[in-house]
């Protein structure tokens, strides 16, 4: 005999639109008790409902996309691995795809998100889009908004795409990082930059420094791209100058300075401080344990993945263009030397 969901509803007297709604995940308005009980029954009948069918009739799949820049980063997969959780917590699958930084890569795979009918997206943007955003601004602007579902930005925030983002404070991190070095009594402080998309994180710090009336000279700032290659060639230009203190953008570019910093024969901390950012898991493994700032990808894809379900499940207006910060960790460990007799 075929199970129907009108036959379970008979059984947990209840309706057979209740019946539907706890198959398919939407509970918000119905109580454990009677979740349970439908669930159980389903269960002995061994029920499933029919995904197909349930998607044409609700003209929803159930399915949210998530696009990731790269998979090297060890960020990404906690974030993505955050919202997998989220996602089946509440009957989502996730399809998920990685453009490996690259804008073309990127805008295939929109197009493949929507051949899929996904019901929404969560969006960590290419590298390529910032470095080369007078070729791709506008194509991605309007290819994103032409997927006619909500769409949560993460980690790598894009003025005037008017998506809500959910992202880390970095200008408070970067604030923390000249906090604590100024704390140490350290006044020359050499600075590796990051990409654009995480100018707040040097602006934070500059400004704190500024705040305590201290201006970097323009070679005491130096770019870098995120790589522990820049982060190698910007701590050699630095090390030039007469610092005694380096803060890398990122982790990897600090595992990249404290290569020069070792190749010059110089050690840290006792000739050179270093600090990093994002509290990848390499800083913990160093030679000398890197003091850090921490961003919690764990933290970032719960808030991404709850926000983007609550306009979808609970058919919330969307609101875009609103931005959620978290608020970043400072991680003190063994890479920062303290100065007992700090001229100020």
């Known amino acids: 005999m075929r199970v129907t969901a009108k036959m379970i509803a008979t059984e947990a007297g209840v309706s057979e639109a209740t019946v539907s709604l706890i198959l398919n995940g939407r509970t918000a308005r119905i109580s454990e008790k009677t979740r349970r009980k439908v669930l ?14 349930v998607s044409l009739a ?50 295939n795979y929109l197009k493949a998100m929507q051949s899929r009918c996904i019901d929404g997206l969560i969006i960590l943007l290419p590298s390529e889009i910032d470095e080369k955003r007078e070729q791709y601004y506008e194509t991605i602007y309007h290819a994103m908004h032409q997927c006619n579902v909500p769409i949560i930005l993460v980690e790598r925030e894009m003025h005037g795409m008017h998506f809500d983002f959910v992202g880390l404070d970095n200008k408070m991190g970067g604030r923390m990082a000249a906090e604590y070095l100024l704390k140490c009594g350290h006044r020359k402080i050499g600075h590796v930059t990051g990409t654009p998309y995480f100018a707040k994180r040097t602006e934070g710090f500059l400004e704190k420094l500024v705040e305590h009336g201290i201006q970097l000279e323009e070679n005491y700032i130096v770019n870098g791209d995120f790589s522990v290659e ?92 609103n931005t959620y910060l978290i608020a970043p960790t400072f991680i003190e460990r063994k890479s920062v030397k303290v100065y007992k007799n700090i001229d100020k």
């Open 58 to 107: 609700t003209r929803k799949t159930k399915t949210i996309g998530l696009i990731l820049p790269n998979l090297t980063n060890p960020l990404f997969p906690r974030i993505a691995a955050s919202v997998e959780k989220i996602a089946q917590m509440n009957d989502y699958a996730l399809f998920l795809c990685n453009c490996e930084e690259s804008a073309s890569l990127f805008l």
């Open 230 to 321: 820049s982060g190698y060639t910007g701590a050699k230009k630095l090390l030039k100058q007469n610092i005694t203190a380096i803060f890398a953008g990122n982790d990897r570019m600090a595992l990249g300075a404290y290569r020069a910093i070792s190749e010059c024969g110089l050690r840290v901390p006792e000739d050179i401080s270093l600090i990093g950012f994002d509290d990848d898991p390499i800083s913990e493994a160093m030679l000398v344990p890197l003091t850090t700032i921490r961003q919690s990808g764990e933290t970032m894809g719960k808030k991404a993945c709850e926000l983007l379900l609550s306009y979808l499940e609970e058919e919330t207006e969307i609101e875009k263009g």
């Open 40 to 53: 159980d029954i389903a269960d002995k009948y061994k029920f499933s409902c029919n995904r197909i069918a």
